[in-house]
């Protein structure tokens, strides 16, 4: 089944690799849900600022793919529109490393809209304005 799930919280949970679209870049782009549709990747969770897809794999091939046949084509670009985070736990051996505690995730430390935090209950993402 797809789906795309709005949430009111403005966190998100990443729980995979995923992809992150800025929501003002999407309501530009009328033909986004088209593409989205066409290549059979319809699934997320959006709040009012974000749009995170995510898969189970790592490196996340299927969101560098979608990226590089329906978001550049529109003319979006990564970290402006969207970034891509590899699946990165603070979790070892010993269970969860606390000196990484409320740490960002190392491939959102650069980008000027999007925060985020590793926490004992999961890697959280979230829209940072300017």
């Keep these: 089944m797809h789906m795309i799930t709005y ?13 992150v679209i800025r929501v003002s870049v999407i309501k530009k782009h009328n033909e986004f849900f088209k593409s989205l549709s066409r290549s059979g990747f319809i699934f997320g969770t959006a709040n009012h600022h ?15 793919e979608f990226a590089e046949k329906h978001l550049k ?10 970034v891509i985070i590899p699946d990165y736990t603070a979790f070892g051996i010993d269970g969860f490393d606390y000196r990484l505690l409320n740490a960002p995730i190392p491939a959102t430390e650069n980008i000027p809209w999007l925060n985020s935090a590793m926490t004992p209950k999961g890697n959280y993402i979230w829209y940072e304005s300017n």
């Design 7 to 19: 949430q009111k919280e403005s966190k998100l949970k990443l729980s995979f690799s995923g992809m």
């Design 73 to 82: 084509p529109l003319g979006l670009s990564e970290p402006k529109d969207y």
């Design 50 to 64: 974000i749009f995170l897809m995510q898969e189970m794999m790592n490196p996340p091939c299927e969101l560098v």
